[in-house]
């Protein structure tokens, strides 16, 4: 058996590893988010000012490479040093990823 991955809802394509979870504890827009170090097989769209539960970011939309399916986003910018540590890492909504090879 291969390591544990999480793929895209849609298609299956695969998208992160088990391993590069660093928290199990974000909110998405439709709800429970994983923030990952890493992530495969994705399109980053256009870079974005929002402000999110934990203040201002620069983020940007991130999609699957094979379907689209929006799965997330990715930290560009934290403006509050408390919050730098999520800079270049990845949100997937829990929603939107299924388990492989579990």
Known sequence: MGPRLYSCCNCRNHVSLHDDIVSKAFQGRHGRAFLFS????I????????????????V????CADCR????W???RAYE????????KFIFEKLKIVKENW
């Open 69 to 72: 399916e929006v799965l997330g």
């Open 38 to 41: 890493h992530a495969m097989n």
């Open 43 to 58: 399109v980053v769209g256009p870079k974005e000012d929002r402000h999110l539960l934990t203040g201002l970011h620069t």
């Open 81 to 88: 040093a408390s919050q730098k540590y999520k800079e270049g």
């Open 60 to 63: 940007a939309d991130v999609s």
């Open 74 to 76: 990715k930290y560009e």
